[in-house]
């Protein structure tokens, strides 16, 4: 990233119309981001937009196409289910190039949505450096954030996020944009470590379901 002003940036979500890319969407708009709405349906896209828009009262938000939506930012975040990961970076890997990818993809298998499972790739974000090449600043974040936290802009998110990365400008560059979500961001390691982060997110759908809370979430001790 060149430059860190609000202002100058413009941040993708593709998967946007989702509830955990909604929830993110708004946040960053709220801070002066530039925030675009991708998905595979434009007018889609464009309609999600606008629901966002009327519940923060202004005009913050656009839709397009996520290749569109790719191609006019400067981040991209991917935050699509896991069946829909390999297709949908396929579909923009000319428009990622150079860019920093943020990865929040985590490998579940449904109806075993507690039960932790490894990919082929041993991680959702080793498999999208597998296919999108070096060329890409890829990072992994925001898996452990629950959408049920996310979906209220202005409420406080007691939640840490783990931020993994070889590219250690653009993990400090993501961190800031956790920062600017409401959420504290832990530089947790090198892209091998998401292998860890990815698998706490079953583990904590199952506390959800066990203990009967919503949203249950990481904090990491001893700052």
Request: hydrophobic residues 45%; aromatic residues 4%.
């Amino acid at each position: 990233m060149t430059d860190n002003d609000p202002i100058l940036m413009s941040i993708a979500v593709l998967g946007g119309t989702g509830k955990e890319g909604s929830g993110l969407a708004m946040r960053w708009a709220l801070n002066g981001y530039r925030v675009i709405i991708g998905s595979r349906d434009a007018e889609k896209a464009v309609q999600r937009a606008k629901e966002l828009n009327e519940q923060l009262g202004g005009d913050y938000l656009v839709g397009k196409d996520n290749a569109a939506a790719a191609a006019e930012a400067n981040v991209v975040v991917v935050s699509v289910p896991y069946s829909a990961q390999h297709d949908t970076l396929v579909s923009v890997r000319e428009q990622l190039a150079g860019k920093i990818v943020v990865d929040v993809t985590v490998p579940i298998q449904p109806p075993k949505v507690t039960h932790v499972h490894v990919p082929q790739g041993t991680a959702a974000a080793l498999e999208a450096r597998e296919l999108l090449g070096e060329g890409v600043r890829l990072v992994s974040a925001f898996q452990n954030v629950s959408a049920e936290k996310l979906k209220d802009p202005n409420r406080h998110v007691e939640c840490d996020v783990l931020v993994c990365s070889d590219d250690d400008e653009a993990k400090a560059d993501v961190i800031k944009l956790v920062e600017a979500a409401g959420m504290r961001g832990i530089d947790a390691g090198p892209l091998v470590n998401a292998v860890a982060a990815e698998a706490l997110t079953p583990v904590l759908l199952y506390i959800n379901r066990k203990y009967g809370v919503k949203g249950a979430g990481i904090r990491i001790t001893g700052f």
